[in-house]
């Protein structure tokens, strides 16, 4: 059982940035991709970013290209997701979640953190 914590997240204006963490509790860590999702009101949840186990496959979503990263230290057990240049429509829920296989679809995780909120004020 892999448990996750997520932190950073909050009320910001836009046009700032954040930067979210996700801590694991499992040392094999390093054996899971993990992905960042959020969930806005009223919307499914989203995909936002994936990395592989190794880090060396990545994926964002169209929309946020270039605006967030995504990156992991497997010695730390925590994968973070940097926000740039936040926007108003980037405010929801933000999940961070593990699979043991790389997949960008949400329903492929197995292990799921509690959320942090991420509020951008125009």
């Known amino acids: 059982q892999v448990q996750l914590v997520e932190s950073g997240g909050g009320l910001v204006q836009a046009g700032d940035s954040l930067r979210l963490s996700c801590a694991a509790s499992?040392?094999?860590?390093?054996?899971?991709?993990m992905g960042w999702f959020r969930q806005a009101p009223g919307k499914e949840c989203e995909s936002v970013a994936v990395?592989?186990?190794?880090?060396?496959?990545?994926y964002y979503v169209d929309s946020l290209k270039g605006r967030f990263t995504i990156s992991r230290d497997n010695a730390l057990n925590t994968v973070y997701l940097q926000m740039n240049s936040l926007k108003p429509e980037d405010t929801g829920v933000y999940y961070c979640a593990a699979s043991r296989r790389y997949s960008r679809d949400f329903r492929s995780y197995e292990y799921w953190g509690q959320g942090t909120q991420v509020t951008v004020a125009s």
């Open positions: 499992e040392r094999t860590f390093s054996t899971y991709a």
């Open positions: 990395i592989s186990v190794t880090g060396a496959n990545l």
